[in-house]
């Protein structure tokens, strides 16, 4: 079974330019999630869609991210204008349903993005 | 509402044991254990649910203790391959998961 997918796998950028990074889930998972690791941490959940649908998008900083799922398959998230403690990685993960809390959740390589 | 882990390092000789613990200050509903080795995605562990139980898998297992909010994961006779960055994440009800900051396992011969 292929895993989840995610491109590109390093970014770099300058402050104030835009970057998007795709992510193509583990096929048949009904939920999607984008989490930003920064250095150190562990990582924040960014969004959840369900199917196509957003299902938490309280920690996604509206003014600069979106991020979309047309067609309830692949996704992409976006940063526009990037800062630079925007610096992390950005991974997204897949589970099979919908029961949150109960659902093991399979995460893609990660997008390292630098913002210089 | 983020879980406090600790230590937040520890290192082992292959062999030995360790325990890695996870706190939170609020009820929780379940608890997500993850392994993420440097520059890898964060891999799957095991979930334990509230109700006090405990899991198991070949050398690793976990308990959860609903009453004081924490959980344990339990690495006994540590091999090499166990090195690597743990992490809980907690749900508190049918609610995303929040991560630890991290344990920072690291083996050697």
């Known amino acids: 079974e292929a895993g989840v997918a995610q491109s590109p796998r390093y970014k770099i950028i300058e402050k104030r330019q835009s970057v998007a990074f795709w992510c193509n889930p583990i096929?048949?998972?009904?939920?999607l999630y984008w989490y930003q690791q920064i250095l150190g941490q562990g990582p924040k959940l960014l969004i959840q869609?369900?199917?196509?649908?957003?299902?938490?998008d309280s920690q996604l900083p509206k003014d600069r991210f979106s991020a979309e799922r047309l067609k309830g398959v692949d996704s992409t998230l976006k940063i526009q204008p990037a800062k630079l403690e925007d610096s992390a990685v950005y991974l997204c993960?897949?589970?099979?349903?919908?029961?949150?809390?109960?659902?093991?959740?399979?995460f893609g390589p990660g997008t390292r993005l630098l913002v210089l | 509402q983020q879980p406090v882990q600790s230590p937040q390092a520890v290192i082992l000789r292959e062999g030995e044991d360790a325990v890695i613990n996870c706190s939170s200050s609020k009820a929780l509903y379940s608890v997500h254990w993850y392994r993420q080795k440097h520059g890898e995605a964060p891999v799957f562990l095991m979930i334990?649910?509230?109700?006090?139980e405990q899991k198991g898998h070949e050398k690793i297992s976990a308990s959860f203790n609903e009453k004081k909010q924490q959980s344990s994961l339990y690495l006994t006779a540590s091999q090499l391959s166990y090195s690597g960055t743990y992490f809980c994440g907690t749900t508190f009800g049918a609610n995303n998961l929040f991560f630890g900051t991290g344990t920072r396992l690291t083996v050697i011969p």
């Open positions: 096929s048949g998972h009904a939920t």
């Open positions: 869609f369900q199917n196509n649908g957003v299902v938490d």
């Open positions: 993960a897949s589970s099979l349903g919908a029961r949150g809390s109960q659902e093991t959740q399979y």
């Open positions: 334990l649910l509230k109700g006090g």
